[in-house]
């Protein structure tokens, strides 16, 4: 009966009665006679037909590894080294009883019994282990082709093709990556700020939805109105990042794609938009999002202007530091200029 479960085999409890009532049943009908074992003045001492026990035994041994690695096979992990152990020991008790009359064998069959238990409960939550991490790698792929095809889809409004949003990410994880290098705001920087910065990236203009077509695509300089008109993006951008994402990730997924969508207008020296925060304020993920945009627009064609070169790019930045940029994420930019360099003239 201690095998009763043990495996979590479907009808397992049935295979278990079984063995238990042909076991009680031969004793039922050979006790009485003296065939497989009897008491006497000398103490136990076998019968004749004591071979019915051995078989019985075997016959059981024989089952439990059959079973096991019938489950081993239920599962993608398989432990070879826990079920030769089970052998090892059952063997270790059938062994000395039907050869050397040295009765351990259902102290044997209980050890292997609790081994079976935890092998199979062993199996059951590496299965589910794995199967929540591919479940989870799965939805995470699934945000981010929604996240990239939406931003992508929103940015083409104003005649951008979407290969804005793919660069400021791939620009936004460099400086990450080299600020995470140098140690700068490290108690913030770290591998899953870097993830969730470069999957949340493209986030950073979906406010756009809500300014219409006629601004987006004006090829000239826009007038005090549609400027105004402009700057919702920014300051919708976080609800239109909630209206969107919400219920499809989580709380962390949503402040950060919020704060990026709301805050990478804001200036360090607080001048800027929507609610002119100012340093530390302004969240770290927008600061970097910040420095991505500007330098993206520079050196890139747009409907109102042409790209300007790299190394001008560049000097213009410079001036903004400590009053648009935040200027230690700015000089990690600056230091590592070459490596923008090469991307430019990739793209």
Known sequence: MLFCGALGLKNQWKVAIGFFAVSLLTEIICAPFGWIFSFGADGYSRGDA???YEIFYFVSLGYLIVSLIFVGRLFRHRDKTTIIMIFVVLVAGIIPMTFFKLHVAYVSIAIASCFCYI???DLVQQDTKTELVT???????MQEHIISGLASLIESRDTETGEHVMRTSNIVKIIAEDSLAVGLYAQYIDEHFISLLYT???MHDVGKIVVSDQILRKPGKLTKEEYEEMKRHASEGGNVVRKILSGITDEEYLSFASDIATYHHEWWNGSGYPK???EEEIPLCARIMAIADVFDALV???CYKEPIPFDEAIELMKKESGTHFDPRLLEVF???KEKFREYCEIK
């Open 135 to 141: 479940n989870q790698e799965k939805i995470t792929s």
């Open 334 to 336: 600056i230091n590592n």
């Open 119 to 121: 092998y199979y409960n």
């Open 276 to 278: 002119g925060l100012k």
């Open 200 to 202: 949340l990236a493209p």
């Open 300 to 302: 890139s064609k747009r």
């Open 50 to 52: 004591f071979i019915i």
